[in-house]
């Protein structure tokens, strides 16, 4: 978990300033070298080592990868795309439980786990596009007309001379001045309130989510069992979730997942310890609120932040992500004082993140904004307030 920290830092500003599909495959061989390394650690203090640098690694991989496909995908269809591509978490923590019940020799289990990871390394190379929104950002019109027609090709289309001779009129393309990541965050008043904003609901959320999953073993159940349970329920969690919010919007939607799973934590109080199966039943409620609540904010956050600062505020997001997510094993430890002490916190940390949702604009349907200067809106608004232009349904079609 603290590879993961430092990986949403380093990797999320690396991103905005050589581009995603370098850093996510820098960050995709980093994976896979040190994953094979942990398979034959001498010691637990070179395997710590190792799963350390594992950690950053898969942070790169993951925030650069589905940011790529935000990037890439029109107004209509960027939650379907983003979650999509999240439920084969929930597939992967399935395979994964049934993996480890065959395979109880660890070392060979890291190989395992790590060794596929070279045709998806192959793949990425061959197949996985950079971001021609950011190259625009960074005045790199050519190569984003390239990446263009390349993604033209692929889907069957055609794009005219007059439609690329486009980009280069772009406004957004004029005078443009690279970004300068982590500093245009705190520079910015309106980006500076939605980092913090979002950073304390990607805390409570990954507190909640890891707080149940790292406790299979706490319900009473074979944990090769629970954690496929727990997997299960990730997927209508997933799908549930992108249809959702395409009918009532990001905001809302984080809101009622972060209540729902909340209320789920603070209902596991009342369960007395010897209903094993229903504290599971219960568990497994929290846990499918955890996952749309994380299938909704990983939406949400892409499309909140403008293109020159994604991945920087992204990082920042999953940084505080991840401090949840260690603290999350060790609130545990505060049950020696109070059975209920450590489930009250799970619940009662969401249901402060899905009130302050309300200081956070609507997203749906608005178009990706790339530059953090605030524009005025023809009814007098700025970005501060609606930070990309509403898109019309035909202009969603011809996208």
Known sequence: MGGLLLGGLVFGAMADRFGRRYVALLSLFIQLLFGVASAFSPNIYVYIALRFVVGAAVTGVWINSYVIGVEWTCTSKRGFVTISSLSFFSVGLMMMSGIAYFVRDWRILHLVFSIPLILLLLAGYWLMPESARWLLTQGRVKEAQKEVLRAARVNGRTISEAMLSQLEDDLETKNVSKSTGMLD???????????????????????????????????????????????????????????????????????????????ACLAMVAIPNDFSAATTVVAALGKFGATASYSVIYVYTAEIYPTTVRQSGVGINLMCGRIGAILAPL????????????????????????????????????????????????DGSSDAEFPCKQVKSTEINDS
């Not at 304390?200 to 299979?216: E, M, P, T």
């Not at 505060?334 to 899905?354: F, K, N």
């Open 185 to 263: 965050i705190f520079r910015v008043s309106y980006i500076s309130k939605r980092v913090l904003v979002m950073s304390f609901i990607w805390f409570g959320a990954s507190l909640v989510y890891y707080g149940i999953s790292l406790n299979v073993g706490g319900f009473g159940m074979d944990i090769y069992l629970t954690q496929f349970i727990f997997g299960l329920v990730d997927i209508p969690a997933c799908i549930g979730s992108a249809v959702l919010i395409e009918y009532f919007g990001r905001r809302k939607c984080q809101v009622a997942t972060l209540f729902f799973t909340g209320s």
């Open 331 to 378: 609130i545990r430890l505060l049950q020696v004082y109070h059975p209920a002490i450590p489930m009250v916190l799970y619940g009662t940390l969401p249901l402060i993140g899905g009130l302050l949702c309300f200081l956070l604009p609507e997203t749906l349907n608005m178009e990706l904004q790339d530059r953090t200067e605030q524009r005025k809106q023809p």
